[in-house]
């Protein structure tokens, strides 16, 4: 895509599309879902709200990385509002998100215990409605090796592939334990590598992207700590050393992204959780401040489409 855009903006192929409920119209709409921890759950609320707005159908693929993709999952299975109890539930969290484990060898970061129990029975995700869908799915991890963003949607082929590429994507390192296999490939976090899969989705074709971000216009991500790049960095240098040169290079993946988005103009359409909003950790526990963080979400989003829809 040239850096200017000609033609229909991405609200006005949102609205057409919306009115007409036809995706006949020779573009490539793609969501785009930023990922950040427990942070997504600010995206969380924006697809609740794309779904109350009736959007659920207007998009021909979905791209998420980290949460971004558990939040996509959600959003395609047709269950956003029961899903989202994943990220206010006490005990779900708790499961979830428990950094004393690693003090017995285990990940702080349960998301074997999340996509095979929870997604499963405590608050089932309907993994055949999203393998049905359209709307095509692409989680997006690092692929440990190359260190690059790998779209996984050519390995998921039933609901067992589906589960370890959203483990996949989320596997944050040492973190979330070992990297995940899938295919022929090891794979880390997607955010390692592009924590908003945009250029991933304009390779493919994309022509109109709607963008949900976690991050407030006004945040920048932090620089890591020492022990972090002792730890870490020190862990992936040996055990990882394609994954290890992309998390050295992400003291400049948001500026890089945000650049690349800038640059297709009206073509992408972005949402943000409102200056001000709280600052959420990506390791976040605190079920009261995620479940006002829903709201935001789900209110930005209204704020900026419901005009839209109402138009149409």
């Not at 074997?112 to 309907?126: A, S």
């Not at 709607?210 to 790049?229: G, M, N, V, Y």
């Given at each position: 895509?040239?850096s200017?855009?000609?033609?229909?903006?991405?609200a006005?192929?949102?609205?057409?599309?919306?009115?007409?409920?036809?995706?006949?119209d020779?573009?490539?709409?793609?969501?785009?879902?930023?990922g950040g921890?427990?942070?997504?759950?600010?995206?969380?609320?924006?697809?609740?709200?794309?779904?109350?707005?009736?959007l659920?159908?207007?998009?021909?693929?979905v791209?998420?990385t980290?949460?971004?993709?558990?939040?996509?999952?959600?959003?395609?299975?047709?269950?956003?509002?029961?899903?989202?109890?994943?990220?206010?539930?006490?005990?779900?969290?708790?499961?979830?998100?428990y950094?004393?484990?690693?003090?017995?060898?285990?990940?702080?970061?349960?998301l074997?215990?999340?996509?095979?129990?929870v997604?499963?029975?405590i608050?089932?995700?309907?993994?055949?409605?999203?393998?049905?869908?359209p709307?095509?799915f692409?989680?997006v991890?690092?692929d440990?090796?190359?260190?690059?963003?790998?779209?996984?949607?050519?390995h998921?082929?039933?609901?067992a592939?589906?589960?370890?590429?959203?483990?996949?994507?989320?596997?944050?390192?040492?973190?979330?334990?070992?990297p995940?296999a899938?295919?022929?490939?090891?794979?880390?976090?997607?955010?390692?590598a592009e924590?908003?899969?945009?250029r991933?989705?304009v390779r493919?074709?994309?022509?109109?992207?709607?963008?949900?971000?976690?991050?407030r216009?006004?945040e920048?991500?932090?620089?890591?700590?020492?022990?972090?790049q002792?730890?870490?960095?020190?862990?992936?240098?040996?055990r990882?050393?394609?994954?290890?040169?992309?998390?050295?290079?992400?003291?400049?993946?948001?500026g890089?992204?945000d650049?690349?988005?800038?640059?297709?103009?009206?073509?992408?359409?972005?949402?943000?959780?409102?200056?001000?909003?709280?600052?959420?950790?990506?390791?976040c526990?605190?079920?009261?401040?995620?479940?006002?963080?829903?709201?935001?979400?789900?209110?930005?989003?209204?704020?900026?489409?419901?005009?839209?829809?109402a138009?149409?």
């Amino acid at each position: 895509m040239s850096s200017s855009s000609i033609g229909p903006t991405v609200a006005e192929v949102i609205r057409a599309r919306r009115d007409t409920a036809s995706r006949a119209d020779g573009h490539r709409l793609v969501l785009v879902i930023e990922g950040g921890g427990s942070r997504g759950v600010y995206a969380g609320g924006m697809v609740q709200a794309l779904e109350e707005l009736g959007l659920s159908g207007v998009f021909d693929a979905v791209y998420g990385t980290s949460a971004g993709a558990l939040n996509g999952a959600w959003f395609l299975s047709g269950r956003v509002v029961p899903g989202m109890r994943t990220w206010t539930d006490p005990d779900i969290m708790r499961g979830t998100v428990y950094p004393a484990r690693m003090l017995r060898g285990r990940p702080a970061f349960d998301l074997r215990w999340l996509v095979h129990q929870v997604y499963e029975g405590i608050e089932p995700m309907d993994f055949p409605a999203i393998l049905a869908n359209p709307t095509t799915f692409h989680p997006v991890a690092t692929d440990i090796r190359t260190g690059l963003a790998v779209d996984l949607h050519p390995h998921i082929v039933d609901q067992a592939t589906l589960q370890t590429a959203l483990r996949a994507s989320a596997g944050l390192p040492i973190l979330a334990g070992p990297p995940v296999a899938l295919g022929s490939s090891r794979y880390f976090d997607g955010g390692l590598a592009e924590s908003v899969p945009i250029r991933l989705a304009v390779r493919d074709g994309a022509t109109h992207s709607l963008i949900l971000r976690t991050r407030r216009l006004d945040e920048h991500r932090p620089p890591a700590s020492r022990l972090h790049q002792i730890v870490g960095g020190g862990y992936l240098r040996l055990r990882a050393p394609g994954a290890y040169r992309a998390w050295l290079a992400r003291t400049g993946q948001q500026g890089a992204e945000d650049r690349f988005t800038a640059a297709l103009t009206t073509a992408a359409l972005q949402i943000h959780p409102p200056v001000g909003s709280p600052d959420i950790d990506s390791a976040c526990r605190d079920t009261d401040l995620l479940t006002t963080a829903i709201e935001i979400g789900r209110r930005a989003t209204h704020a900026t489409l419901g005009a839209i829809v109402a138009a149409a």
